[in-house]
């Protein structure tokens, strides 16, 4: 009688072994699981739908007298700022539920499943690009309500929309690997909120950088948020783009460069 020995985890390595457009359908399945998500549990879009009204009104009727003089000569500052901070704020949440679905078992039922193990992943990163552009949408469409009107067209303000959401897509990468390593979605978004506030608040996004401390406005103009808001606003406000525009898509793909190959071998590890 003839016997075969099959060697512990062969099974899993056949299981896995995936071509790169399966890859990709498995991954579309996932980033339609989260949209189903969102549709069962709308809750989890207040972020990105409450937020993005009530900064604009807080922030605009708050300093938009002390700063540009008016609510109106305000709103072409203000709502690229609110737009940038709100859509990058959002990104915090990629990280924080895959560590939530990691936490309920969800990636371990995944593992048992004939899927490319990168396709949970990858979908809930594909996923969370419709919540930034829900809070993309809404506040220029607040904006609007308000009187904003920008000077660079719809062209622009379409570029300028692609721009910050392609911006947080890769941030979010950061986020995804803070939810992978981290212990609790508690702390992921601890973390998080430690790294992005300072970085938003100490921007051009809200205030003009001449009304800082001089101390200050070094780490301001350098900051990688100042220079998005910044290229939101010319692409906006006057239909241009400038240096503040490479910059911005440059640290984009260099973090994606540095965060995706990290992020994916931790993921890997842990699944």
């Not at 990104?91 to 924080?96: D, K, P, R």
């Not at 371990?108 to 990168?118: E, G, M, W």
């Not at 003009?208 to 780490?219: C, I, N, S, Y």
Request: contains cysteine.
């Amino acid at each position: 009688m003839n016997t075969t020995t099959i060697k512990p985890g062969a099974g899993r390595k056949l299981k896995n072994h995936t071509s790169f457009g399966q890859s990709v359908r498995h991954s579309l399945t996932m980033a339609y699981r989260g949209l189903l998500k969102l549709r069962r549990t709308p809750e989890q879009l207040f972020d990105v739908t409450l937020q993005p009204i009530i900064f604009t009104l807080m922030f605009t009727y708050i300093f938009g007298g002390a700063i540009s003089g008016d609510v109106q000569s305000y709103l072409p500052v203000i709502i690229p700022g609110i737009l940038v901070q709100t859509v990058i704020t959002t990104s915090i949440v990629t990280g924080v539920q895959l560590r939530e679905d990691m936490d309920k078992g969800v990636f371990d039922r995944f593992k048992s499943l004939p899927i490319a193990r990168i396709a949970p992943l990858a979908g809930a990163l594909l996923a969370d690009t419709i919540r930034y552009t829900i809070a993309t949408v809404l506040t220029f469409g607040m904006g609007y309500i308000m009187g904003y009107r920008p000077d660079g067209g719809f062209g622009y303000v379409a570029i300028a929309a692609l721009l910050v959401i392609f911006c947080s897509w890769a941030i979010s990468w950061i986020f995804a690997f803070f939810g992978v390593i981290a212990r609790t979605a508690s702390s992921v978004q601890g973390i998080s909120m430690l790294v992005l506030f300072p970085l938003t608040f100490l921007s051009n996004a809200f205030v003009p950088v001449e009304t800082m401390p001089k101390w200050l406005q070094w780490f301001v103009n350098i900051n990688p948020i100042s220079h998005l808001v910044t290229a939101v606003r010319d692409l906006t406000n006057a239909g241009t783009a400038g240096s503040d525009l490479v910059i911005a898509l440059i640290g984009a793909i260099v973090i994606v460069a540095v965060f995706a190959p990290l992020t994916v071998r931790a993921y890997m590890r842990r699944t």
